[in-house]
């Protein structure tokens, strides 16, 4: 069946440098992504979304990429912070489905070292 | 995390026995769902709701069932624990399809 995965598992990055995570997915129909962050111990927690019209999204220190032509998602971290380690998933879920959830990714662990 | 409490954190049981967790949420939102987390598979969805008593079987539903009597309650009640239902099972809620919230999570061993 057509899933959203990640490209690397784990991720080390030093303090102060930028991350980058990504996601493939394979379901052309889906319209909206969204990036989890979830640490040791707690559940995920939002980070970003952007939907499929979009090719950039920029937050706090975050920005989303989409790329529906080799569908290709990815989370750009500026200047990493300790706090930032935990791992990361994308999800995917398409548009107007009544009760349709999330489709997760297996996850990136993100380890930064200061 | 939300408006979101789930009951009990942590629950260790024998094989065979029914376990049910609770999902509380202060939010009133209308969408409710269960997902367990394992090792490898990251998070799969077992049962949600979209309203109450309204509720429709997710990726991983065999040996779940589910109901929901009140919008801010949803439960989740596996009938005869087995080991391979040794997880951690986190509830959602959502006010739309998307951008779903998490509770802490119910970390579930079956001895």
């Known amino acids: 069946g057509e899933s959203v995965g990640l490209h690397l598992p784990t991720l080390s990055v030093q303090e102060g440098d930028n991350s980058i995570i990504n996601c493939a997915y394979s379901?052309?129909?889906?319209?909206?992504f969204i990036w989890y962050k979830q640490e040791s111990g707690k559940g995920p927690q939002f980070i970003i979304d952007?939907?499929?019209?979009?090719d950039k999204r920029q937050g706090q220190r975050v920005t989303v990429l989409l790329n529906k032509t080799v569908k290709h998602l990815s989370l750009q971290i500026a200047a990493t912070q300790p706090g930032d380690s935990a791992v990361y998933f994308c999800?995917?879920?398409?548009?107007?489905?009544?009760?349709?959830?999330?489709?997760f990714g297996k996850g990136t662990t993100l380890s930064v070292s200061s | 995390d939300a408006g979101i409490t789930q009951s009990p954190r942590h629950k260790v049981t024998e094989t065979g026995t029914p376990v049910t967790l609770r999902c509380h949420q202060t939010e009133n939102h209308r969408y409710m769902y269960w997902y367990r987390q394992d090792p490898g598979h990251g998070l799969r969805l077992i049962h949600y709701?979209?309203?109450?008593?309204?509720?429709d079987k997710g990726e991983v539903s065999d040996g779940y069932s589910v109901s929901r009597s009140k919008t801010e309650d949803f439960l989740l009640t596996l009938e005869s624990a087995t080991s391979s239902q040794t997880s951690v099972y986190f509830c959602?809620?959502?006010?739309?399809?998307?951008?779903?919230?998490f509770g802490p999570g119910t970390r579930l061993t079956v001895t």
């Open positions: 959602a809620i959502s006010e739309r399809t998307y951008e779903q919230y």
């Open positions: 709701s979209y309203g109450v008593k309204d509720t």
């Open positions: 999800a995917e879920n398409m548009a107007n489905q009544a009760g349709t959830a999330l489709i």
């Open positions: 952007i939907r499929s019209n979009m």
């Open positions: 379901n052309s129909a889906s319209d909206y």
